[in-house]
């Protein structure tokens, strides 16, 4: 497990994160098709809260995107480098999500964010801004829509609705699983829309969430538990209870 600090001049305030996305969005690549669906090695990433000891955990788990086996894992633990802000959560998690990315034993071909991409108010949520930084093609995928519309999807696995701010295709809810309420892709960066679907399905056989991160949900609150000890488990908080829909 890497131990992470805030690191040096990471922003402070709302004004200082919101002149980094506005620097940084447009670097996002949306014309790359991003790797074949259901080829390479595809990395999940999520983090677990610990408010009262201003703790984050953040796990990256690896598949092979062919069988959806784990190839490698790994984890880290920080101080929270930014206070909460809807719209603003990039700057609480990157940090962590960083180093533990950074602590597997070779880069993914994709990351899949359990959150948003260009589905967020300023078109730079957290798969965009990880993207940027690493380099990395990204895919966002939510659990709910935030305050974008969208018709219902085909009830069938596999139906899609375009995710709409006004007239402007910002993403798309996706039926993962006959019947389930969907999920809600967005392009992250250097990845396609219609390939963003297509892996999100490849990763999700079985559940109405892609195992990339069904994984790294379980290790990174295992990672929390084992960081405040015994006594603090019971307080550890999943970050999915905290994080709102704009990260």
Known sequence: MTTVGVPAGWPATEEEARAV???LRGRVVLDEPGPPPGTGRVAGVDVAYDDERDLVAAAAVVLDAATLEVVAEATAVGRVSFPYVPGLLAFREIPTVGAALDALPGPPDLVVCDGYG???????GLASHLGVLTGLPTVGVAKNPFTFTHDDPAPARGGSSPLLAGTEEVGRALRTRDGVKPVFVSVGHRVSLDNALA??????????LPETTRRADALCRRALREAV?????GDARDASTRRAPAS
């Open 118 to 124: 260009l589905a967020h108010p300023r078109r730079f």
């Open 199 to 208: 892996h999100t399905l490849a990763l999700s056989p079985r559940y109405r």
């Open 21 to 23: 996305q506005d620097a």
């Open 229 to 233: 000890g015994p006594r603090g488990a």
